[in-house]
């Protein structure tokens, strides 16, 4: 298959997601999570990555980042610093060759606004879904403790940057907020996987939408603007995924793979 081509869209929100190898579990341990997040951590320091949220699974991982239109590097090389070097400790303390991650991570950009809570709430469920916890509080590698109890030290998150995007006062207010759509989501069953915060270009209303699709001028043509309620997406559409797509519990699919230049 041939690679997907590589772009950069300025100013937005991205949903990114990235798999260990053939799905293996190479995140098993706490402490190949730990050195995961220690190296967002470096990020942050590093090139001024902005951190929405997070959550570190045993065989894949969300990140869900800020784009704030000054630097066009500064995700794709989070993103290299990151993966890079968790993959070479992983492989140096475990004398093992070959690829830690899929080649490819996806992005899906996201509006602010409703979209965004929906998809922080989906994230932090994550592990919830998959059986693992009962509530996202018991999972430490994931941004719901973070957000409402911020840290004074080795923050993870951009704080400002979220409670702006929200459009909070404080992260009191953010953080009772955001306990509350947890438990509405938690409490009435609402955490059912949905393939378009994972599989699709964009999530948001038809106006996002579509401006995003325009914005990718001939990368755009081909995709289909589908959904309806005010939510709507950026994909493949439903006729190319007839004769495409295999499994539904795929996590990450080819296809609708979208991705920044590589600057390196």
Known sequence: MARANRHYLPGRVWHVTHRCHKKEF????ARDRRRYLQWVFEARKRYGLSVLSYAVTCNHVHLLVRDKGHRGDVIPKSIQLIAGRTGQ???????????????????????????LVQCLVYIDLNMVRAGVVG??????????????????RYALIDYDGLRSLLNFDSMDDLA???????EESVGGGNNLRD???????????????TATK????DKGEGRAVIGGDGS?????SPAAYKGI???ESAVLRPQNDYFWENTD
């Open 195 to 209: 393939g378009k915060w994972t599989e699709s270009v964009a999530v948001g209303s038809e106006a996002f939408v």
């Open 176 to 182: 009772a907020a955001y306990r509350g759509w947890i």
């Open 89 to 115: 400790e992983f492989n140096k303390r475990k004398n093992r060759k070959g690829a830690y991650w899929e080649d490819r991570y996806h992005a899906t950009a996201i509006e602010a606004g409703k979209h």
């Open 135 to 152: 509530h996202p509080s018991e999972w430490g590698f994931c941004g719901y403790n973070e957000i409402l109890a911020p840290r004074r």
């Open 26 to 29: 190479l995140l098993k341990f």
């Open 232 to 236: 709507y997406e950026l994909r493949e």
């Open 245 to 247: 797509l295999g499994h």
């Open 214 to 217: 325009e914005a990718l001028g």
